[in-house]
């Protein structure tokens, strides 16, 4: 079975009503007389990657060929020229793109790829090696081959790097797919797919899934009753995580939808611009377009989280893996792999959820950072360092995710995770030994900030005790506000003069 793009739409028996928007034609830098089709926005907005039919210039030729280009946005908002992709991305006579990660270190593509061959129907990533890109190597989902029987298949995976959801059709030869999901599993494996259910799922074409940035918000197309056209662009969210429960899904309405097919539907982490193929008053038989979104169909607001990992010692980037966790439970919710040699990151965070982030290599101790989203607010993007700091004598770590209340040593259940991250440093380097520093601002009573700044230090040193870290290997000091890092004159200087850090005594 090859994977061959096309065009779709979506689905619904609600419509909205028609909005005073307006459909723009991306242009002839990116569309051209011939057809465009599965534009794939990055997270941030500025890159766009495409699929183009038939082009002469594709890798195989004019004749049934599709190839990735891409686009880049330039400050006044407009699409550059396009660029062929190159052949790490164009192998086969029909090459397809479904994903690319937030930090653009991970790519989906079609075809089962194993040691550089493509053995038929499934998926692969190609991950970024430095300044190249990795082979591509297949995704092993469980029961797929023997599920995935009808001739068009598509998938999309989440920011969250772990959530993969797919369409396909059970029925040999059907070209009427539904829609299914499928976990990562610990061995690295996928999860055999699972139906999405009736709320999403009808007897008609379900297919090209796209889930926004908040991994709630699902857009696909279908050509169920009640559509304008062929196939139209539907909306749902998801109200649990069982993946079984859906809001009634809702038909993206006018402009959006015509009487001809649209399709493709893909939104930046910003939320503010939806693209999507469409055959209406095109350049050539199908081409990539773009409208502003409204309230009513926006995904919910997100975070975009970016900056670059660092050696604490010298500045220097660092390639790593980042992970990003829900405190106080301390359950990974996402990661990153694969860094280009700059140290850069870009993670999605969707509020309502507290976040503790670092980066790990070995040789080095994280400072892991805090992003509390509990409460939710509108998109805006963060830049934030991730510090690696070398496994030395004489290097000192800031415990960040460590929580206490005011004026209080007992620790807080989300300081947990932090601590564990640190005992499994000390069981790796069975020679290093530490010493727990505890400081505080200048606000009150000198003697009472010298003894809570002792007494928390020692309850980190308690907590490590429990867990196996021989007494010998930790001592306890406080220095109360002896010691700032920051000026105490404003509030973030005082925030950072309330730590606590350890220094590597010996290793």
């Known amino acids: 079975?090859?994977?061959?793009?096309?065009?779709?739409?979506?689905?619904?028996?609600?419509?909205?009503?028609?909005?005073?928007?307006?459909?723009?034609?991306?242009?002839?830098?990116?569309?051209?007389?011939?057809?465009?089709?599965?534009?794939?926005?990055?997270?941030?907005?500025?890159?766009?990657?495409?699929?183009?039919?038939?082009?002469?210039?594709?890798?195989?030729?004019?004749?049934?060929?599709?190839?990735?280009?891409?686009?880049?946005?330039?400050?006044?908002?407009?699409?550059?020229?396009?660029?062929?992709?190159?052949?790490?991305?164009?192998?086969?006579?029909?090459?397809?793109?479904?994903?690319?990660?937030?930090?653009?270190?991970?790519?989906?593509?079609?075809?089962?790829?194993?040691?550089?061959?493509?053995?038929?129907?499934?998926?692969?990533?190609?991950?970024?090696n430095g300044e190249t890109w990795s082979e591509p190597h297949y995704l092993d989902i469980k029961k797929y081959d023997k599920m995935c029987r009808g001739e068009y298949s598509y998938a999309y995976l989440l920011s969250d790097n772990k959530t993969l959801v797919l369409s396909f059709s059970e029925m040999e030869d059907s070209k009427v797919n539904d829609l299914y999901v499928s976990f990562l599993q610990k061995n690295g494996s996928w999860s055999e797919p699972k139906s999405l259910g009736k709320s999403i799922n009808t007897d008609f074409d379900e297919t090209?899934?796209?889930?926004?940035?908040?991994?709630?918000?699902?857009?696909?197309?279908?050509?169920?009753?009640?559509?304008?056209?062929?196939k139209d662009i539907y909306m749902s969210k998801r109200l649990d995580d069982s993946w079984q429960k859906w809001s009634s899904p809702v038909n993206l309405g006018r402009p959006i939808n015509s009487e001809d097919a649209e399709g493709y539907y893909t939104i930046p982490a910003n939320g503010k611009i939806a693209y999507m193929v469409s055959r209406k008053n095109t350049i050539g038989k199908a081409d990539i377009v773009r409208i502003k979104t409204v309230e009513a169909t926006k995904p919910n607001p997100v975070v975009l989280l970016s900056g670059k990992v660092?050696?604490?010692?010298?500045?220097?980037?660092?390639?790593?893996?980042?992970?990003?966790?829900?405190?106080?439970?301390?359950?990974?919710?996402?990661?990153?792999?694969?860094?280009?040699?700059?140290?850069?990151?870009?993670?999605?965070?969707?509020?309502g959820k507290n976040y503790g982030i670092s980066a790990r290599a070995k040789g080095y101790i994280p400072i892991s950072i805090n992003v509390d989203l509990t409460t939710s607010g509108e998109y805006k993007e963060i830049k934030r360092p991730l510090l690696l700091v070398p496994i030395e004598t004489g290097q000192v770590v800031r415990l960040n995710n460590i929580f206490f209340d005011k004026g209080k040593s007992f620790l807080k259940k989300e300081s947990f995770p932090e601590l564990e991250r640190l005992i499994k440093i000390m069981n790796e380097n069975a020679l290093m030994n530490i010493?727990?520093?505890?400081?505080?601002?200048?606000?009150?009573?000198?003697?009472?900030?010298?003894?809570?700044?002792?007494?928390?230090?020692?309850?980190?040193?308690?907590?490590?005790?429990?867990?196996g870290i021989k007494d010998t290997r930790v001592i306890s000091r406080g220095f109360g506000k002896a010691k700032p890092i920051s000026d105490n004159s404003t509030e973030e200087g005082k925030q950072l003069n309330r730590r606590v850090e350890f220094k590597i005594l010996a290793n």
């Open 435 to 467: 010493e727990i520093a505890g400081h505080s601002d200048d606000v009150g009573d000198d003697d009472f900030n010298l003894k809570l700044s002792m007494d928390r230090a020692l309850a980190v040193e308690k907590y490590l005790q429990a867990k």
């Open 1 to 128: 079975m090859r994977i061959q793009i096309l065009i779709i739409c979506l689905f619904s028996s609600l419509l909205i009503h028609a909005q005073k928007l307006e459909i723009e034609n991306l242009g002839t830098n990116v569309n051209s007389s011939y057809a465009e089709y599965n534009p794939i926005i990055s997270a941030d907005g500025n890159t766009l990657y495409f699929v183009r039919s038939n082009f002469p210039v594709n890798t195989k030729g004019a004749a049934e060929s599709q190839d990735i280009w891409i686009s880049l946005l330039n400050a006044n908002g407009d699409w550059l020229s396009a660029e062929h992709a190159g052949q790490y991305l164009n192998r086969e006579q029909f090459n397809t793109l479904f994903n690319v990660s937030a930090d653009g270190n991970r790519m989906l593509i079609g075809g089962a790829y194993k040691d550089g061959i493509n053995w038929g129907a499934g998926f692969s990533f190609i991950e970024r």
């Open 310 to 351: 660092l050696n604490a010692k010298n500045q220097q980037p660092i390639e790593a893996e980042i992970s990003y966790e829900i405190l106080p439970s301390g359950m990974e919710m996402g990661s990153s792999k694969f860094l280009s040699k700059n140290g850069d990151f870009k993670l999605i965070l969707p509020y």
């Open 208 to 230: 090209t899934p796209f889930i926004a940035a908040d991994g709630v918000s699902l857009y696909f197309a279908s050509d169920r009753p009640g559509g304008l056209g062929d």
